[in-house]
Structure formats: C-alpha cells, structure tokens
C-alpha cells in the first residue's frame, strides 16, 4: 500500500505558474507509474502526466510543452511543474500512484486561473 499526501496549487493568473507536489510513503522504484489527473467543474476526471519508475514520462496533448512532471527520488516526491497556465486548467488536481494492481489517490488540489 502507499499513502500519498499533496501540497501546492492555488490561485494565478492566465499565463502564470504553479507547482503541485506528492509526497509518497514508499520509494517510487516501488511504484509503477506515479501520475497526476484533474477533474474539471463538470467534467469528467482526466488523464495529465505520468512518470513510471524508470523516470519515462507521457503528457496529455491539452498540457505538452507547458507543464513538467518530476521526481526526487531521495525524497520519494513527484512534482508537476505548469507554466503558462490557462483558465482551462482550472480544476481539482490529484496524484495518483499506479501501485501493482490498485490505484492510491492523493487528496486533491485545487488550482483556479482566472483571465
């Protein structure tokens, strides 16, 4: 099993930056793929960045070139580094672990960007 505990997002402005962090309790070697999904108001949630546990990474086409997913593996964290944000964005965002054959969930974060 893995806990998972999030930190970060907020309030900015279109075009502004945030950073989301995930703090896992077990090494991330350990975790298939750690990734971040968001549910808009209204929306379905949706699929935005992973990192599997050889440090590969995949983006949603909504985010590539604007948002950075990284880990520190020392610190068994995962961040999710997004610049040049747009009021699209706005949305409750949650880390996930891919952990064998469950699925862990963060506590979710909300990031707003107003225009």
């Known amino acids: 099993q893995v806990q998972l505990v999030q930190s970060g997002g907020g309030w900015v402005q279109s075009g502004g930056s945030l950073r989301l962090s995930c703090a896992a309790s077990?090494?991330?070697?350990?975790?298939?793929?750690m990734a971040w999904y968001r549910q808009g108001p209204g929306k379905p949630r949706e699929f935005v960045a992973h990192?599997?546990?050889?440090?590969?990474?995949n983006y949603a086409d909504s985010v590539k070139g604007r948002f950075t997913i990284s880990r520190v593996i020392a610190e068994n964290m995962v961040s999710l580094q997004m610049n040049s944000l747009k009021p699209e964005d706005t949305a409750v965002y949650y880390c996930?672990?891919?952990?064998?054959?469950?699925?862990?969930w963060g506590q979710g974060t909300q990031v707003t960007v107003s225009s």
């Open positions: 990192i599997t546990s050889t440090g590969s990474t």
């Open positions: 077990r090494r991330l070697f350990s975790i298939n793929r």
């Open positions: 996930a672990a891919h952990f064998g054959e469950s699925l862990t």
